[in-house]
């Protein structure tokens, strides 16, 4: 598995306790990698509806990134 560029990334933040997407490459740089899931969602929207879900996204940043097919067509 490969992530595709980094614009087709989603970044869901923390605002007044709920979560916000906005689109956008990369979280700030001092935060860190805690963990991932690898979901199987039919669109993006419905990966950060249960990126939304985590109960981190209401505190910190969550990055949603699609994962590339072995053909590389995304890019």
Not at 3 to 27: I, M
Not at 53 to 67: K, L, S
Request: net charge negative.
């Amino acid at each position: 598995m490969a992530l595709p560029d980094p614009g087709l990334t989603r970044n869901l933040r923390g605002v007044n306790g709920k979560p916000v997407a906005t689109d956008g490459p990369y979280l700030e740089a001092k935060e860190q990698l805690a963990g991932y899931f690898v979901l199987d969602c039919e669109s993006r929207e419905r990966a950060a509806e249960i990126a939304a879900r985590i109960p981190d996204a209401r505190f910190a940043g969550v990055e949603v990134r699609p994962v590339m097919e072995f053909s590389g067509e995304e890019m």
